[in-house]
């Protein structure tokens, strides 16, 4: 006979934690430690109501229709289900300067940097500090607002290698985007009876009432920024921005800093790397990942379009790989996202359109332009824009393409789009167990003197070249100007632990019985004296990785030494159907140019990693100045 169970009685009542009521969800039902936290979240921040994300089309397209009636999303009418969002013109990428690890001890944190020079990879705070800096901020900081709690899954749910989270957030922008970029789902809930999660705090500090004038229906606080990890407690705390890296913590706090000292302490790798599937002609496949820096085309090398008859490329994920050996000492990767946050200026159907097919439904863009069409606009989208549109920029005024002096869209644009919605999606991209992994890429945008593409001479040679990555700075961050930076391993903004530390945990990754992939370094930017690049990049970039996978195959026919490693042997790759190619110069090694660019390395590893640099990298890095200085 159908009864009331008493359990079920509590869900028709209204739940309350203290005066504060649950708006939507079973807050009795959840496990006790889930109960704890969202308690303490609750007495802390003080929100009006408590709001159960489960992560369902549903939801989404209730919230999605109370921000556009607010005015923070605009409904791209060309497209079916497609946003726009403006933030405030002050909270529009990651910041690095106020973006800290906490830990007990200082250099578990951050290397000993060098006396009187200021580090640049990573900041540190102690706890104390850092209670000061949250007890000033997070107080009472949701009044008047609606706080969220959203449990996500790094990785497929079913996935030995994935991680849980429980993000709060008083941003209902980042819950849309949260279950874009991560998988959302009340069953995780039901996980957390036995396993532990990692803690996410968001608030974009803007208690109600507030003061002070919000910009473009988008809350913030960007005087009071604050972004601190706690790897030791396997807690985030984000308070002030609501963009991007800052606001959705399963993206860059998660899955690069606290899963990066998560995987140091359980002997596997979160790297800030694309992963892609490339089937050659004779239909063998490889599985190859590439870390570069920010704004430095990951999404375009995920996705390209191979311009070489014959081969195939399927993305697995655009910016973050999870990697562990398995038994058989095979490297395996997952991608432990959902979705993609791409760089918009920049993207259109001759760079990239396998991007431009994932998000015309169902995607968000946040500060680029829009047309009188519906459509959205910025930089690169000139040719696929009628003359006689009118746009409107990312601040939302009047726009003119050849008169307008400013941009039309920001340099940090992004799309949100669902990775399933990639046409090129690998059938096992989500596969729990992951992909093996054959080849690992470094790179960065290099104007000057780094060739197309060298190969390490073993795994320890390869951390070395990882280690002195550089890169012309983007405005992924908050830097301006094109200063070429060191971004080693492509992971300064992202360590969450020393990075000397880091780079030994890479060395000691190599194992007896473990096959270890081989390293590549690759600069699709080199540019001639006429300031010219001197390779066409994007999808005939297929070329370099051809020439990649031979050497894999072991191909020793095709290589030759050099003081940097090992390079392409003169006509070994694959030119065919290109217009002229200086390859003498795309492949030069200018020797002032290294002897001063392994000064800088040292220098940087001095001054920066100090005592914490593996004297095996200085070794390596002594023995290609010798290999130079004796040419
Ligand atoms: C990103 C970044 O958003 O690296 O992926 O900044
Ligand atoms: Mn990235």
Redesign the pocket.
């Given at each position: 006979m159908a009864s009331w169970a008493a359990d079920d009685i509590h869900k028709f009542t209204v739940q309350r934690i203290g005066r504060v009521p649950v708006i939507k969800g079973d807050f009795q039902s959840l496990p006790k430690q889930v109960k704890n936290f969202i308690t303490h979240c609750v007495h802390l921040m003080a929100p009006r109501g408590i709001y159960l994300a489960d992560g369902s089309k549903k939801e989404a397209d209730e919230f999605i229709q109370k921000l556009v009636e607010k005015g923070t999303l605009t409904k791209l009418t060309a497209y079916k289900e497609n946003y726009l969002c403006r933030t405030d013109p002050n909270d529009t990428a990651?910041v690095e300067s106020k973006t800290f690890t906490v830990t007990m001890n200082q250099y578990d944190a951050v290397p000993h940097v060098k006396k009187g020079v200021k580090g640049i990879l990573g900041h540190w705070m102690s706890y104390e500090e850092a209670a000061a800096a949250m007890n000033q901020r997070f107080p009472n900081c949701m009044t008047g607002r609606m706080m969220y709690v959203i449990p996500f899954s790094m990785g497929p749910v079913d996935s030995p290698f994935s991680k849980i989270g429980i993000q709060v957030t008083d941003s209902a922008y980042v819950l849309l985007s949260m279950r874009v970029m991560t998988r959302v789902s009340l069953q995780l809930f039901e996980l957390l009876h036995e396993r532990s999660f990692v803690k996410c705090i968001h608030s974009v500090g803007c208690p109600r009432p507030v003061h002070g004038r919000i910009k473009n229906h988008w809350p913030c606080n960007p005087e009071q920024v604050i972004v601190a990890h706690y790897p030791e407690q396997r807690l985030i705390q984000s308070f002030g921005s609501g963009y991007?890296?800052n606001s959705l913590l399963g993206k860059?706090c998660f899955a690069l800093r606290i899963a990066g000292a998560m995987a140091k302490d359980e002997g596997w790798m979160a790297e800030?790397m694309l992963i892609m599937s490339v089937t050659t002609p004779q239909k063998k496949e490889f599985f190859i990942v590439a870390a570069f820096p920010?704004?430095c085309g990951k999404t375009n090398m995920a996705m390209l379009n191979p311009t070489l008859p014959g081969y195939k490329v399927q993305c697995i994920g655009d910016?973050i790989a999870w990697m562990r050996f398995d038994h058989d000492g095979k490297l395996l990767a997952i991608n432990p996202e959902n979705g993609f946050?791409g760089v918009a200026p920049g993207t259109n159907t001759k760079t990239n359109p396998i991007a431009m097919r994932c998000f015309q439904e169902n995607s968000i863009f946040t500060n680029v332009a829009e047309t009188s069409e519906g459509k959205y606009y910025w930089e690169g989208l000139e040719d696929e824009t009628p003359e006689n549109v009118e746009i409107r920029n990312w601040l939302g005024h009047v726009w003119k393409r050849g008169q307008s002096k400013s941009r039309a869209s920001h340099p940090n644009s992004r799309f949100t789009a669902p990775a399933k919605q990639c046409p090129i999606m690998h059938p096992r991209w989500d596969c729990p167990k992951g992909v093996p992994i054959s080849a690992i890429l470094f790179g960065g945008r290099r104007p000057k003197g780094v060739p197309l593409v060298l190969e390490a001479r073993s795994w320890s040679h390869g951390v070395m070249l990882g280690a002195c990555v550089k890169s012309e700075t983007t405005a992924?961050a908050e830097f301006k100007g094109k200063a070429i930076m060191h971004d080693p391993m492509a992971m300064r903004p992202f360590l969450g632990y020393n990075f000397g530390q880091y780079l030994q945990h890479w060395l000691s990754l190599e194992q007896p019985g473990r096959q270890m992939p081989k390293i590549f370094h690759v600069n699709w930017f080199r540019r001639g004296d006429d300031g010219k690049f001197l390779w066409p990049g994007f999808g005939e970039n297929i070329r370099v990785v051809d020439w990649i996978l031979r050497r894999c195959e072991n191909d020793d026919s095709i290589v030759m030494e050099s003081p940097v490693g090992f390079l392409p042997r003169p006509g070994t790759l694959n030119m065919d159907g290109l217009p002229p190619i200086n390859e003498a110069e795309l492949f030069s090694l200018p020797k002032q140019y290294w002897l001063d660019d392994i000064k800088q390395n040292r220098k940087f590893l001095e001054e920066q990693v100090g005592v914490d640099t593996p004297p095996v990298i200085l070794k390596l890095l002594k023995n290609q100045e010798e290999a130079f200085k004796q040419c």
């Open positions: 990651r991007g890296g860059k800030h920010s704004a910016d946050f992924a």
